[in-house]
């Protein structure tokens, strides 16, 4: 069974923003669903290879040559807010992770 | 065949205006109205671009006169699934997380109907990002089943069906990741094709589960989604998912020549709950086709069952990860917070209505580290035992035909549960879980007036087969002239 | 407390690194917007770049082909089928909510660098060389960061090592290598300034002659070769003083701020991250065939190592001359043409004109090895035109000088200045019989035992031919004439 912490860590790490009706709707729907899947588990899938893509297929590869794009205008059209040509978003703390 | 154009297929539309019969500009007029008069009870469509067809059905009219070659689709009006990325036109995959964005490109699609002439009325209704079987998850509106309006009309293209069956398009694209294309079209009478995967290039198809997503037409008749499928399929460079295959000539197969084919019937699509009268168009269906020398089959799929549980693991991961974009950041609608991470919360509590909320938790869920090879990966053997499944029954048969759902058009508000409404999509999981070309063709109708759907279920990249067994069904049992009669004395 | 060095007999640390190479490519690793530095804001993109929906990845073959030089040359074993992934997280330098990378299943694995230290050449292991987008630029403004998206889809390969090195020192000398190796390759302008060499540590420290690793502390923004040294040598310090006043350390991440010399560890509940990696479905794997890799390997320079081993051991070169050559693969190259040009001997004389008379007039003119004036022909003819005598040493550099500057050929300027040695053995007996018969007296005391004359005659000799004399020749034959 799905405990409202889990479904809390779970909510965080997706960043939604659900209220206290949601998360507990939200349990039991889950809850319930996972519950339904649970047949999964009990098949025979031993050197079964996971079917990542629908097609076999080799990555494609393209020329390195540059193409002409988005104009910064058009890549900032409708973005929420902007000074100049940088996008704003609210102050970050943390250094940058890649 | 009518005179005023609002039901004429697709290939009289075109005959008619390269003829000079009838000019694009009225064709695309005529249409133009009857939205207008029709669709605020019918909600198929969530923006109409006037302007902009009627620009394009100008230039259709000025190349005829000026005896430049007309395209294909030349002045054929088309409807196209909101997912589907247009420039300058306001995109917003039925969701409000993506409020007032306006696309600076085109999808590969809509590159190619432009350039085949086709005519863009507008944008129809979905799921929010296609998820949901009934089009009631739109975060805009509801769209009304033509046949009678107290009635969904399908999903997630629940919008490109209605509109297609109402005559409010001739034809209409829509997506496809678990039957989102074959059930409403299913649902609204028309014919739903979903290609094979990797047949029609993903680039600007706003992706739900970028594993199983596929472009298809829906359409009034085979010949029609034949004649759309032949204009957007084809190898491209930006989809490193799209096939290098040849692209045959589609709308030549519709002849309604099935002697000799085997068609498999697997066991497993037929003894669950259906409906009876399902059960009874399926039955006149195969005896129709065993009357035009079809050969039929009894094979089986044994792991049918497990289709469901895959698919609801394999979808919502991926579009749990697809969906990370929208946050508020760059563009669509951003919620203020007290820091970052609010930000990042609220937008996207407040973008996103239940059901893709939901699907996001289910997915995050099956890729949490520890519970990934319980889940998705686990999924994706089940997906490979489909798959295996289906090579082993195309050995013996070239398609395969089942009920496109185990019921007709359900009543809004129908579904108690979130699992009541997935367990309607039993029918067309597997196609999309073994990347499979799936048509939906409509047989017969049901005592309370209601169109049902026929699936055939094809080789990989063998659409051919599929659209010479739909065609078929549809000379045999099809719904000939009957049109839906639920909307504005239709 | 116990002090630093002392606790460091005990204790050992242990060092891992992640280092991110920019790549050299014209366009981004999944769409064809430009890399080019230093552009305005957000004028390098593209939809997909910009995370929009609908967009789709396509790979950018430089991308492998700069990659397989660096597995290759790293003695890696390539994946013939490797994968891409997404690891997610939310951040705004990062458009998509993930980034493409690769898991479990990289490009490169099991390779290694061998870096030269000071004592030996120490081979470090690498776990993985793996594929991946850079993310954008975030720059904070009080209340407000700024978010540009010009860096984003930049391609990058990480480069992560075993958890085997034990000093700063170490860290910084593979840094250095690794930094040299990929200019080398020509695969990265590596410059650390622009960020397009990048380091993570991971420190920890463990009790001498133990085998398991101690808890390891991850520093991140490390940007500078005096960083790299700094910034590990504070965590060894910060690590042992906490154990020894009886304190554990946590795993953690920790920022280091140059400005302040210093690390603090990054705000826990952010990182409290699962990535959730799985293979991107819009991405088939990447297939390595046999054409590609043979393509590769033929066009592989021999690398840095190898030539300071061939300098030593056939070119007869001083470990540190041979070490400044291979510090530069411009400067190797040249040795190496310039060596060929002149068939034969070692390469010391060589060696020693490039590094002096070469090195020094390319930094008064601030210029680069690649950009001289004097190609490396044309200074093989010089020195050959001093080891066989024609000129003197001291002749020469007014040649090289002048044909530095005025590009013509060292042979023609000797020519036309007339300032051949003279090793012609008659014509010198010849002169060296005149002076003497003209100071005899001086050739008597000489004899009888007065050695400081020998100079003067020698100076004699120089005067009488105007300086030409072939010295080497013009003193074997006075020791003769003088009778000793
Ligand atoms: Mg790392
Ligand atoms: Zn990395």
Known sequence: MLTRKEVEEIAFLARLHLDDDELEKMQGELGAMLEHFGVIAGVDTTDIPPMTHAVPLELPMRLDVVMPSLTTEEALTGTPRRDGDLIVVPAIIVGTES | ?490 | MAELAQLLEDWEPVIGLEVHVQLATATKIFSPSATTFGAPANSLTDPLVMGMPGTLPVFNRSVLELALRLGVATGSQIRSKSRFARKHYFYPDQPKGYQISQFDEPLCENGHIDVILAGAVKRVKLERIHLEEDAGKNTHVGAVSHVDLNRAGVPLVEVVTAPELTSSEEAAEFMRSLHRLVRWLEISEADMEKGQLRCDANVSVRLRGEDRLGTRTELKNINSFKFVQNAIDHEIARQLRLIDSGGQVQRETRLWDATLGQSAPMRSKEEANDYRYFPDPDLPPLVVDGATMANILRALPELPAARFERYQKMQNLSADDARTLVGDRALADYFDTAIKARPGDTGRTIANWMLTELLGALNAGGITVAQSPMPPERLAALVVLVETGVISGKIGKEIFEESYRTGEEPAAIVQRRGVQQISDEPLLTAIIDSVVKRHQKQAEDYASGKDGLFGFFVGQVMKETQGRANPVMATELLHKRLGR
């Not at chain 2, 033509?146 to 293209?157: E, I, K, L």
Request: aromatic share 6%; glycine share 10%; proline share 6%.
């Open chain 2, 1 to 490: 065949m009518s005179s005023s154009p609002e039901f004429w297929t697709v290939t009289d539309t075109v005959k008619r205006v390269a003829s000079g019969e009838i000019s694009a500009v009225r064709a695309v007029n005529t249409l133009i109205s009857r939205i207008t008069n029709l669709d605020r009870e019918l909600g198929a469509y969530l923006s109409t671009d006037e302007t902009g067809a009627l620009r394009d059905a100008a230039e259709v009219d000025r190349r005829r006169k000026e005896n430049i070659p007309l395209g294909p689709l030349a002045g054929v009006p088309i409807a196209l699934k909101d997912n589907l990325v247009t420039r300058g036109i306001p995109t917003t995959a039925g969701s409000k997380i993506l409020q007032g964005w306006v696309p600076p490109f085109d999808a590969t699609v809509v590159e190619k109907l432009r350039a085949a002439g086709a005519v863009i009325l507008g944008k129809a209704n979905l799921d929010e990002f296609g998820m949901g079987s009934s089009t009631e998850r739109s975060a805009y509106k509801k769209t009304r089943n033509p046949w009678d309006t107290s009635r969904v009309p399908g999903g997630s293209s629940g919008g490109s069906a209605a509109a297609v069956a109402a005559g409010l398009a001739a034809a209409s694209l829509g997506t496809d990741t678990g039957g989102s294309i074959r059930q409403p079209a299913a649902f609204c009478g028309v014919v739903g094709l979903k290609p094979t995967y990797g047949r029609v290039s993903r680039w600007g198809v706003i992706a739900f589960a970028s594993s199983l997503d596929q472009v298809g037409p829906l359409t009034r008749t085979v010949k029609d989604a034949a004649l759309v499928l032949q204009v957007i399929a084809g190898h491209d460079l930006r989809d490193s998912t799209s096939l290098d295959a040849p692209v045959p000539a589609f709308a030549d197969a519709a002849t309604g020549d099935v002697k000799g084919m085997k068609i498999g019937l697997p066991k497993e699509y037929f003894e669950g709950a259906i409906d009876a009268d399902i059960r009874a168009a399926l039955d006149r269906t195969i005896a129709a086709l065993k009357d035009k020398g079809a050969l039929f089959d009894d094979v089986s799929l044994p792991h049918t069952k497990l289709a469901l549980p895959a698919y609801y693991l394999v979808a919502p991961a991926e579009a749990s990860s697809n969906l990370a974009r929208y946050d508020g950041i760059r563009y669509g609608k951003r919620a203020e917070g007290t820091d970052l991470l609010d930000v990042y919360r609220k937008s996207r509590g407040a973008g996103f209505g239940p059901e893709v909320k939901r699907r996001i938790m289910l997915g995050t869920y099956a890729l949490r580290s520890g519970y990934y090879e319980a889940y998705y990966k686990k999924a994706q053997q089940i997906r490979a035992l489909i798959k295996r499944d289906f090579d082993e029954v195309f050995a013996k048969v070239d398609v395969v035909l089942t009920p496109t759902t185990p019921t007709v058009a359900f009543r809004f508000n129908a579904k108690a549960t979130p699992l009541d409404m997935y367990l309607g999509d039993i029918f067309t999981l597997a196609c999309n879980l073994a990347g499979l070309p799936g048509m939906s063709v409509p047989c017969g109708i049901s005592s309370d007036g209601l169109p049902i759907g026929a699936q055939l279920l094809g080789k990989p990249l063998d659409e051919v087969t599929v659209i010479r067994a739909g065609s078929a069904i549809e000379a045999a049992v099809g719904l000939g002239e009957r049109r839906p009669a639920g909307i504005g004395g239709i």
